[in-house]
């Protein structure tokens, strides 16, 4: 069974902080990982890729990845109440190239 | 800018009826998918469509669903027999040449009764 993991949240920043999010996936061939921002009762939008270890920084946003260890992370630096929204991780699998496995999210408050 | 079209935005049917759901993806996008969201779950990938044939699809997507591109510009999901377990938002995305970068349609929402 292929798993991608997620803390549910809510996580709570105030305006200006870092905020840090995590999620781990069990499938050790995993080859693409994407993070996608959903606000309620909206349709996911793509926030950043991410393919290989290292980071990737996209103006506030930066991914990071860890294949070794299978996890990814996002950070979102100078966080803004619009920046409050749940954030998806999400995996494609190698040999599944088209096929992707997505966390549950982690909602995020920012507060002003 | 360019965007992915979904109709209906909502859909409200019978147990055992058949619906079908439409998009439109953006005009030079090669790559189509579709996904659903359980309220309050997670998204699930239910089937990528590429080069008019299914690419990919998962254990959800079993016979009583099925895809097509009937022309140039519309993608539909098909599900034959709905159960009360198919209620859910459906999500339609289509990509360019790189099927990474997806972009999603706003979603139709399915309600069985």
């Known amino acids: 069974q292929k798993e991608v993991e997620q803390n549910s949240g809510p996580l709570s920043v105030p305006e200006g902080a870092i905020a840090s999010l995590n999620c781990t996936y069990s499938d050790r061939v995993s080859q693409s990982f994407f993070w996608y921002r959903q606000y309620s009762g909206k349709s996911p939008e793509l926030i950043m890729s991410?393919?290989?270890?290292g980071d990737k920084e996209d103006g506030r946003f930066t991914a990071q990845l860890n294949k070794a260890s299978q996890y990814v992370s996002l950070l979102i630096r100078d966080s803004q109440p619009s920046d409050s929204a749940t954030y998806l991780c999400?995996?494609?699998?190698?040999?599944?190239?088209?096929?992707?496995?997505f966390g549950s999210g982690t909602k995020l408050n920012v507060k002003p | 800018e360019p965007e992915v079209t979904q109709t209906p935005s909502h859909q409200v049917t019978q147990m055992g009826q058949e619906v079908i759901l439409r998009c439109v993806p953006i005009s030079n996008h090669l790559y189509f998918y579709w996904y659903r969201q359980i309220l309050g779950q997670k998204v699930e990938f239910l089937v990528s469509?590429?080069?008019?044939?299914?690419?990919?699809k998962s254990e959800i997507f079993d016979d009583q669903f099925s895809v097509e591109r009937p022309d140039g510009s519309n993608f539909t999901l098909k599900i034959r027999s709905t159960k009360l377990e198919d209620s859910a938002m459906y999500f339609c995305a289509s990509s360019e040449e790189d099927p990474d970068t997806q972009y999603f349609g706003p979603g139709t929402r399915l309600t069985v009764l």
């Open positions: 469509f590429y080069n008019n044939e299914i690419s990919e």
């Open positions: 999400a995996v494609n699998m190698w040999g599944n190239f088209n096929k992707f496995y």
């Open positions: 991410i393919y290989s270890n």
